[in-house]
């Protein structure tokens, strides 16, 4: 009975910490416009505190996939807690540009963090069919905890709370996963089976596993490019953003629920094939449609990204398990890494749109829905560029030799 309250409390305390970090994903989206007027930052310096996030996660997920079986989850999420506190609180108190950068750096390091511990943690609590149920229920809270976040942050700017507010929000679910983690025994991680490092990366230099690889770099940046920027491309568009963002992870928390029939149906590069092409089709919508349309351009949007992250994943493990957790790690990593990058670089556009639209002489809400649209129709390359690479991947992959499916996968599956 002992063993079992203990098992929940770490599992319940995982769900808990991706939640922390859905919340640093979504009310920081909402807060974006708020943190740009008060400090009074451009497009491209928001996307470089943006960047802090998305590229803290790579680094501390893959340092903490390599020392998994060396450190122990304890020790890798007492990091995440000290990272997520000093982060967000170093937001609140932030004094401008530079402090943000570190504390965002931090948030993302947190994030990291949580990913490469809770995810074997789990994997070495359950075993076989509970083992992928309970796996799916923990990554059911990164798009379940990014609506929680976008309505909390909606409902906390409509009724003038300010940014400060919004941050300690996000306290709250880092709390409840220290008080549930604390004094816990912790499981013994499990040594992974018999691959080593050597091979490991032997796997990772493959063409198959190298093609993956810059095929997740696009579809992260697809995923995460207008989800990141929502307040500020479509705030006025009259539609409202965090809504926007909160259906997006609604319509994605259901697809990934009912994802097992649907891969099973079209199969892995069915399925992204398919997601490059409805994802395509949403950020267009979002280019040139206003008002309510948007949210049928969203739905195009959500469907489309849904199942990039989990299928790529997936795909590593399936198709190259020589690469095994650290192939799977890696993947994830570059993921992020991707859109970190990327975030400044939108930022930029946002920044040239809006001197373009200004030359042509408008103002107020119209320059920003012109900016907006302009940059979402740059943003269009991102899954175009996948049809293609996924058209091939249908053809190449067409009938794949059969390979034994990593018995667990330690890795982001958001």
Known sequence: MNENLNKSALFNGSCFAL??????????????????????LTAEQLGFINSMWFLGF???????????????PKNIMTVAFVAHTVGIVMTIYAGGYTTLLISTLLIGIGNGCTE???????????SGVKMNKMLNRFHMWFPGGIVLGALISKFMTDFGFGWEAQMWVTMVPTVIYAVLFFGKTFPTPQVEGATSLGQNFKAMLTPLYIFLFVCMALTAITEFGPNQWVSIILGNSGADAMIILALTSGLMAVA?????????????????LGGAISAAIGIYLFSIVTGPMAYVATIFFALGVAYFWPVMVGAVAQRVPLSSALGMSVIGGVGMFSTSIFQPIIGSWIDD??????????TGTALELAAGQDTLEK????????????????????????TQKVPQAVSSSH
């Open 19 to 40: 939640i922390t970090t859905a919340f640093t994903f979504s009310i920081r989206a909402g807060i974006l416009p708020l943190l740009g007027a008060e400090f009074g």
């Open 58 to 72: 790579p680094i501390s997920m893959i340092i903490g996939g390599l020392v998994y079986h060396s450190v122990g």
């Open 116 to 126: 490469a511990a809770c995810n074997p943690m789990i994997a070495d609590m359950y």
């Open 256 to 272: 990934r629920f009912f994802a097992g029939p649907v891969v099973g149906t079209l199969g892995q590069t069915g399925v992204l």
């Open 353 to 362: 749109a809006r001197i373009e639209n200004m030359a042509q002489g408008l």
């Open 379 to 402: 943003m269009i390359a991102f899954p175009a560029i996948l049809i293609v690479l996924f058209t091939i991947l249908f053809f190449w992959q067409k009938n794949p030799k059969t």
